[in-house]
């Protein structure tokens, strides 16, 4: 049973642009917190990007900050990762994932980043960046 489904991963350019999808397939997650994590080979679990129920509270991971953004439509039940000046360092799985508000945590530098407080993972989309 998959909960959160990726798409939209694929090989860019490096300067290049790529957005991302998640979709859930269970309504309750709509009320979650989701957010983006990616892993490299030979790298541990990165955190991405999180946003809020509401959309109002968002945070990123700072080799990302500036250049990615992210956005929800609780409505269709899918968030998305809007990722801008791709490098090769951007290349990696990306994972979308959903967590309870409580367990997330409040609205601060380290929204989100904790991987332990999610409770759903998708099976992550491949991002390539080539040279």
């Known amino acids: 049973q998959v909960e959160l489904v990726e798409s939209g991963g694929g090989l860019v350019q490096a300067g290049g642009s790529l957005t991302i999808s998640c979709e859930s397939s269970?309504?309750?997650?709509?009320?979650?917190?989701k957010a983006w994590f990616r892993q490299a080979p030979g790298k541990e679990r990165e955190f991405v990007a999180a946003i809020s129920t509401s959309g109002l509270i968002q945070n990123f991971g700072n080799s990302v900050r500036g250049r990615f953004a992210i956005s929800r439509d609780n409505a269709k039940n899918t968030v998305d990762l809007q990722m801008t000046s791709l490098t090769s360092e951007d290349a990696a799985v990306y994972y979308c994932?959903?967590?309870?508000?409580?367990?997330?945590?409040?609205?601060?530098?380290?929204?989100?980043?904790?991987?332990?407080?999610?409770?759903?993972w998708g099976r992550g989309t491949q991002v390539t960046v080539s040279s």
């Open positions: 994932a959903a967590g309870r508000p409580t367990r997330v945590g409040v609205e601060g530098e380290k929204y989100g980043i904790d991987a332990e407080t999610y409770d759903y």
């Open positions: 269970m309504r309750a997650l709509s009320s979650f917190v």
